[in-house]
Each structure stands twice: as structure tokens, then as C-alpha cells.
């Protein structure tokens, strides 16, 4: 069903890697090679049209989006960074969740000025304070973004929370949500047209997993 045209998904380490892999075994498709232990970038599947392809996160939608990949799965908070202009998003897989958060040293008064914001969601960032009026210079940073605050770096930090701990072993809490946040399938516009046949047998069947586990209310 899949192997109508060649297919080359791009997929991220990580978490995502770890929680896409049962998905795509659910619709069978798996890596010939343990992709846990292998060294290899590109990896064979058990269907001789498809292949993976092992990158960074940041680097799936730019990947899919020129071409080198037909399909990818990467979070949505990659994708608001990305802008995601040139792919399709037609799937929330349902997998990595997590929400993009502003947090903070609770009951700090940061008066009306301007506030300065750690984050590596740069654009994410500017965008929540433009809609709110409020002038920010943004600070960015790649990891400890919860040490910020502590040592007067920055007024508050933009962030992925899971589940809090680490905010509150740092004497942060979460003040405002920016974005619900979930691994999403991506699909480059040209490979959507030229090889359709074989990206929505692809697509559907994920979509039918989805569901599957994650019943849609009607």
C-alpha cells in the first residue's frame, strides 16, 4: 500500500523517535537495523520503498519543507519556530505532549516596564508578548533555561513543562500557557502531488492509529 512511490520520513531523537517508532510498527513499518544502537542516519525499513532518516528536531520541517524527506514528525513547538509555510500539517499524532509555558519566581513584581524573557523560542515568545502590549527583550538561550530568574538573567523564561517538577525544584511555577504542544506529521508540498497515492496510504493508516487510541468526540 505504501509502496507505490519511494517515501523518505524524517524523524527527530529523542522522544519524539522513541514514542513515533510503535506507531509506525502499528502500521508496519519497521527499521531493518536497531535504530537504538545503530550509528546509521538512514535507515532501511522492512518495506523496500520507505526509509528514516535520523536529524535534529529543529532540522525536520527544513528537511521536508526543500524536499530531502516526503514526510516528518516533529513537535509543534519546532514547527511555530519554523513558521511551517512550506509543509502541510495535516496530523496530531498525539505523542510527546507537553505545553509551551511562561514561568517564573512566584509573586514577582515586574512592574510595567520591560521584561526580559530566556527562552529558545524566540519567535513563540515575541509573538505571545506582542499580542499582549508588552515590550520584552528577548535573551536567548539552549538549556538551564530555569537558572535565568534565579541569578537575574532574565525576568521570566518561555519553556517546554511536562510535568512542573523542574519548575518547582527551581522555585519556578507556571504563570501563562502559550501552546498546547504534540509531535505533528509534516508533508512537503510537491511529494503531496507527485507521489499522493502513496503519502495519504501513509497518512491514513497513522490516522486510523490516532484514533484508534485516541477516539476523536463527536
Known amino acids: 500500500m505504501f509502496n507505490d512511490a519511494p517515501l523518505t520520513i524524517a524523524l527527530p531523537k529523542g ?5 513515533v517508532l510503535p506507531r509506525l510498527a502499528e502500521i508496519g513499518i519497521h527499521a531493518l537495523d536497531d535504530p537504538h544502537h545503530s550509528r546509521k542516519l538512514i535507515l532501511a525499513t ?3 520503498g520507505i526509509k528514516l532518516v ?19 514528525v ?3 513547538d519546532v514547527l511555530m519556530e519554523h513558521g511551517g509555510d512550506g509543509l502541510y500539517e495535516p496530523l496530531d499524532l498525539g505523542i510527546a505532549r507537553c505545553r509551551m509555558m511562561v514561568a517564573g519566581i512566584p509573586n514577582a513584581d515586574h512592574g510595567p516596564g520591560r521584561l526580559r524573557i530566556a ?9 505571545h508578548f506582542a499580542a499582549q502590549g508588552r515590550q520584552v527583550e528577548i535573551i536567548k538561550l539552549y538549556g538551564s533555561m530555569e537558572l535565568a530568574p534565579l541569578v537575574g ?18 522555585g519556578l511555577v507556571p504563570l501563562e500557557q502559550i501552546a ?4 505533528r506529521l509534516v508533508i512537503n ?18 490516522r486510523r492509529v490516532v484514533e484508534r487510541v485516541q477516539p476523536v468526540p463527536t
Open 189 to 206: 508540498k510537491a511529494s503531496w502531488k507527485t507521489k499522493h497515492r502513496s503519502v495519504t496510504a501513509l497518512l491514513e493508516a497513522l
Open 153 to 170: 538573567l532574565a525576568d521570566l523564561i518561555v519553556d517546554l513543562v511536562e510535568s512542573g517538577n523542574t519548575l518547582k525544584a527551581n
Open 46 to 48: 522492512n518495506r523496500p
Open 74 to 76: 516533529v513537535g509543534k
Open 54 to 72: 535520523l536529524i535534529r528536531a529543529s532540522d525536520v520541517p527544513t528537511y521536508v519543507e526543500y524536499g530531502a524527506a516526503d514526510l516528518g
Open 180 to 183: 498546547n504542544i504534540s509531535a
Open 15 to 19: 522522544r519524539i523517535f522513541d514514542e
Open 119 to 127: 527562552t529558545k523560542f524566540v519567535r513563540s515568545a515575541e509573538r
